[in-house]
Structures are given as C-alpha cells and as structure tokens.
C-alpha cells in the first residue's frame, strides 16, 4: 500500500534555532516528492518538488532533501523565525498509466516559540 | 494573480440540507482538484478534471457527493444530503496540466460543519 509517513508529529522549538522533519515513503513507482506549508487556516502553498535525480533543493531557509535509495526526505529549516509556525506536508508523486497520483502525508506540526 | 478562490469560507449547515461549494480555479490551469481535510485522515482527493473533463473520481466518498465543471473559470462541489461526517475543511487546488511536475495552488478552503 502506497504510504507517507512524516515525523515527528509535531515540534516546539526557540526562534533562530534550526529544525529537521522527515518524511518516509513506500510510494511505487516514485515520480517526485513535494513538500508544502500549511498555515493555520489557509490552504497548503508549495515550498519544493523534487524528482528522483535531484539529492537537494532550496527555497530560502529551507532546503529539502531527497534519498531515492532509502526512500527518504527531510526537510531542514534554517534560523526559524514566529512566521515558520506551519503544518509541513509531504507529499509524494506517482505516474502510472492511470495517470498521475498524489499521495500526502498527515504533516508535521511545527511551533516556533520566543 | 488572485489564486483560486473559494466560497463560502464557512458553512454551517444541518443534516439532510444540500451543500454546494464554489471554485474559480487560477486563470490558465487546466487541471482542476478537490480535497478534503480532516484531522485524523488529513488531506484526501475527491476528485480531479483534467480541460474540464472529469479524470478521477475514486475518491467521492458516495452518491451524495457530486463534482462540475462547466467551464475552465469554474467549478462546484455538492452534498445531497449533508450528514455530520462531512464536517471537514473542502479544499479546491489548480494547476498546469501536467501537474507531474507542476506545482498545485490550494484555495483557502470552506469550513463545513453539519450538525
């Protein structure tokens, strides 16, 4: 069964401290994987998409990593700030004949505190 | 660009009554989705269109769901008859066809709760 699974659950960390979240996933065959922000009330707004050839990408201070082989990605924030308090959402991507399908993880909750 | 915009931002609504959500997609797109979120099974297709043409529709949880899109600007989401289950927040996201590669941009959604 395709599955994404994001962890921890939820975070607590001190503004200008960094974070790291992950994401694992058993999503066959692999086509991309993408992660989105999430902001209290507001729809899910793309941070990056990443194919299978690409180990890292940035959008600021934050940067996604991706290990095809195991199957694997974290996303790491740099110098968190109050505005980074989100739900982080791993999503993954499959094409098959039937077409395209995303497949979302359940997010990790992340509180940036003073 | 004003991104897709959705309508009502909140419905509240007792059971047995219909529920019809709105959506105008971003100018452009071609590919044309609903979601829903709940806490404890967060984001889950319903359906999507493809140039306004219903693509996959798997994710309808039954009959009382239904899905249009009569022209690219637009599309609605409707319950008959509505049921407390199908409190959630209702997503409606868009993107260039060939969303592969391409990212979705989500509205703000609409808070239903049915009591």
């Known amino acids: 069964k395709n599955q994404v699974e994001q962890s921890p659950q939820s975070l607590i960390i001190l503004e200008g401290k960094n974070c790291t979240l992950q994401c694992n996933y058993t999503v066959s065959p692999f086509s991309n994987l993408r992660w989105y922000k999430q902001d209290t009330g507001r729809g899910p707004v793309s941070l990056t998409i990443?194919?299978?050839?690409?180990n890292t990408k940035s959008n600021g201070r934050y940067t996604a990593t991706l290990d095809a082989d195991t199957k694997q990605s974290s996303l790491h924030i740099t110098a968190s700030q109050l505005s980074d308090s989100a739900s982080y959402i791993c999503?993954?991507?499959?094409?098959?004949?039937?077409?395209?399908?995303?497949?979302f993880g359940t997010g990790t909750q992340l509180k940036v505190e003073l | 660009d004003a991104g897709v915009i959705q309508s009502p931002r909140h419905e509240v609504t007792e059971m047995g009554q219909e529920v019809t959500l709105r959506c105008k997609p971003i100018s452009g797109h071609n590919s044309l989705f609903w979601y829903r979120q709940t806490m404890m099974r967060g984001l889950e297709l319903l359906i999507y269109f493809n140039n306004n043409v219903p693509i996959d529709d798997s994710g309808m949880p039954e009959d009382r769901f239904s899905a249009k899109m009569p022209n690219a600007s637009f599309s609605t989401l409707k319950i008959q008859p509505s049921e407390p289950r199908d409190s959630a927040v209702y997503f409606c996201?868009?993107?260039?066809?060939?969303?592969?590669?391409?990212?979705?941009?989500f509205g703000n959604g609409t808070r239903l709760t049915v009591t």
């Open positions: 990443m194919t299978f050839s690409e």
């Open positions: 999503v993954v991507t499959t094409f098959t004949g039937g077409g395209n399908k995303l497949t």
């Open positions: 996201a868009s993107s260039l066809r060939d969303f592969h590669n391409s990212p979705l941009h």
